[in-house]
């Protein structure tokens, strides 16, 4: 080894050696700590999910989103946390026509459920947010949310009794308290909130126990499914296991009669990429637990599952960039069988699913 080799590398031992000792300064003495791998369970069904190689999911990282997700430190007047606008009994969503943030603003859009997210291929309702981690760093600085700065996020962090041993444990003792990490473990414990234990899924045995699903509900399925003359067309666009489409698949679904860009208040994925052909479109929403999830589409629009069911039914629009289903399907109205909509309507609440809905391992750990 010659001696400018040597001197670099004792130089570096020094400068990580260093760098430690500044953190563990702040807090936490846990040297050579490992965290501990989480295994994500995977429904049967379910595709692989989408898990980014330097954000794997372990038991520490997911601990301390949970405490992250739950805890109005990351709001600027430390009222509002996540869970204020996405709530367990509401499918962690709201029940506002829009959300409202720290100062009491409403934003244009309406809460997302959160569930089965590790298997979205884009988030947000324009899909402007392509990770998981990326969207989480949006809510805390949006000033129609939580409103407040990064820098200050952190900084409230580092001076908090717990989190810095937290975060120690949960990255390594080196660890920087910062958006990208907090973003890392919010998106680890987002990641384990999984859906899959609806009496839909007990019927089709995806989950246990064994159930059966009532003739109305089991009709209500064969009409969602179908494709032909008396069928729903809904499969199209909330294709199971996830009841969305899972290969980044953004939709227009007929909503709103317009010519002409400038007459609505929202492009969508098109405001998003500045591409013409995607304006209006949307994300294509999951129906798992969509009977708590009121109001309903990206603005709030429709109070009831049977508004939206009269959308369907008698309301498209077809509006330029409108989905070719919808044209082809749903242009003259959906003509269902007897007692059609009301089997639609019991299928739809088959995905509820109460095990998730109640499962405190996602409640609040204060
Ligand atoms: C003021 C209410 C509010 C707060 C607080 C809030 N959110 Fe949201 N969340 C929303 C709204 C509204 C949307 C949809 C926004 C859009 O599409 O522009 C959303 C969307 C999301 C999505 C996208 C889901 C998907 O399927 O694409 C994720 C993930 C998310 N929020 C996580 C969080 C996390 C984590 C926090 C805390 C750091 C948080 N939210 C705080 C209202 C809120
Ligand atoms: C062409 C694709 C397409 C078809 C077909 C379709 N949907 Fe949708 N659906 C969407 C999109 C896209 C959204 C979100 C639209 C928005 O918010 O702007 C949506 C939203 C919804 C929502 C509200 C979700 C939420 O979280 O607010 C429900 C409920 C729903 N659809 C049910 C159905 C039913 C029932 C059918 C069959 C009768 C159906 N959809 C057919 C694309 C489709």
Redesign the pocket.
């Known amino acids: 080894m010659n001696k400018l080799t040597y001197l670099i590398l004792i130089g570096g031992v020094v400068f990580f050696i260093y760098s430690c000792k500044e953190n563990d300064n702040n807090g936490p003495d846990i040297e050579n700590y490992k965290p501990t791998p989480y295994e994500l369970t995977i429904p049967p069904t379910f595709p692989q999910p989408k898990i980014p190689a330097d954000n794997p999911l372990t038991v520490e990282g997911i601990s301390l989103g949970r405490h992250l997700?739950w805890d109005p430190i990351?709001?600027k007047d430390s009222t509002?946390?996540?869970a204020?606008?996405?709530a367990p009994n509401l499918g962690y969503g709201?029940n506002l026509k829009?959300?409202?943030?720290v100062d009491g603003i409403a934003?244009k859009?309406?809460?997302?459920p959160?569930f089965n997210?590790a298997w979205?291929p884009q988030?947000?309702?324009?899909g402007s947010?392509a990770t998981?981690e990326e969207?989480?760093l949006n809510?805390?600085r949006d000033p129609?949310?939580?409103h407040l700065d990064w820098i200050s996020a952190a900084k409230r962090l580092q001076n908090h009794p717990d989190y810095p041993t937290m975060f120690a444990k949960a990255f390594g003792e080196c660890t920087v308290i910062d958006s990208t990490n907090t973003a890392k473990a919010?998106a680890q414990f987002?990641r384990t909130m999984v859906s899959a234990s609806s009496k839909f899924d007990k019927a089709s045995g995806i989950s246990e126990p064994k159930t059966e699903l009532t003739d109305s509900e089991l009709n209500g399925f064969v009409l969602f499914i179908g494709t032909a003359n008396e069928d729903a067309h809904c499969v199209h666009c909330h294709n199971k296991p996830l009841f969305s489409v899972t290969d980044g698949y953004f939709t227009n679904n007929g909503l709103d009669d317009w010519e002409d860009p400038s007459e609505l208040t929202d492009l969508g994925l098109g405001g998003f990429n500045g591409n013409p052909d995607d304006i209006a479109k949307f994300?294509n929403a999951s129906l798992r637990n969509i009977e708590l999830t009121a109001p309903y589409m990206?603005d709030g629009r429709f109070q009831t599952l049977d508004d939206v069911l009269e959308h369907y039914i008698s309301g498209v629009h077809l509006s330029p960039t409108v989905d070719f289903n919808i044209k082809s399907s749903f242009a003259n109205g959906l003509k269902l069988p007897e007692n059609g909509r009301e089997d639609l309507l019991a299928f739809l609440k088959t995905l509820t699913d109460w095990e998730f809905v109640n499962d405190t391992a996602f409640y609040s750990p204060f």
């Open positions: 997700f990351l709001s509002l946390a996540c204020g606008c996405h709201d829009t959300s409202v943030g934003g859009r309406n809460s997302m959160l997210l979205s988030f947000l309702w324009d947010a998981l969207q989480i809510p805390v129609v949310e939580m919010i987002l994300k990206h």
